[in-house]
């Protein structure tokens, strides 16, 4: 299975924005939801935001309900992850993954490399 591969991240100040972008192979991508995943220092990893498959559902945790958005281009097999009005806790390694239809489960596979998003206060 091929990894996905994560980009986009980067040093921001408190308030401001990023999106976050995702290229999994077209198999992974076109066949599932998708989902982001965040873990910061010291901490478990944690689920951020799912989108189904074709993206007409979506689900996020409720810490970044209204500041962070999910979509995805299945032409370019890209997911993405606008964020705004961020924040000190939103400092994390940032993760994409396939998820169950249901949005709320992660299907087995590689994790990537991430891509770290660091707000400074």
């Known amino acids: 299975q091929v990894q996905p591969v994560e980009s986009g991240g980067g040093l921001v100040q408190a308030g401001g924005s990023l999106r976050l972008s995702c290229a999994a192979s077209?198999?992974?991508?076109?066949?599932?939801?998708m989902g982001w995943f965040r873990q910061a220092p010291g901490k478990e990893r944690e689920f951020v935001a799912a989108?189904?498959?074709?993206?007409?559902?979506?689900r996020y945790t409720d810490s970044v309900k209204g500041r962070f958005t999910i979509s995805r281009d299945n032409a370019k097999n890209t997911l993405f992850l606008q964020m705004t009005s961020l924040n000190a806790e939103d400092t994390a390694l940032y993760y994409c993954a396939p998820m169950s239809s249901t949005l709320n489960v992660r299907l087995p596979g590689s994790w990537g490399q991430g891509t770290q998003v660091t707000v400074s206060s």
């Open positions: 989108i189904s498959q074709y993206g007409d559902r979506t």
């Open positions: 077209g198999g992974t991508f076109n066949n599932n939801a």
